[in-house]
């Protein structure tokens, strides 16, 4: 494993730590630091990451910063690149 993807994944790893994201959004925002598409992909899907949970923390930061009804909070989360059925979950979750 070359160090570009050693550190990708511990960007990844870190974003998690202190905010939710799906993962076509966090393959984002490793590119949006200048990881390579293919190396960012990699080091996402090497995470096991439990999306469904990032999808209800991500519903919780958003009702908690404004009013959503639930239709369009599922609807904000597929925005965010959650699949129907996690951005479903993580409202059922917290509403």
Do not use: C
């Amino acid at each position: 494993m070359s160090v570009e993807q050693e550190n990708a994944i511990r960007a990844a790893s870190d974003y998690l730590r202190y905010q939710a994201f799906s993962r076509s959004g966090l393959i984002k925002q490793l590119e949006f630091e200048g990881y390579p598409r293919k190396i960012a992909t990699q080091a996402v899907d090497s995470l096991k990451v439990d999306y469904k949970k990032q999808a209800a923390k991500m519903a919780k930061d958003y009702l908690d910063t404004q009013p959503f009804s639930r239709s369009g909070l599922i609807k904000q989360l597929e925005f965010e690149g959650y699949t129907h059925a996690q951005a479903v979950y993580g409202v059922d979750q917290v509403m």
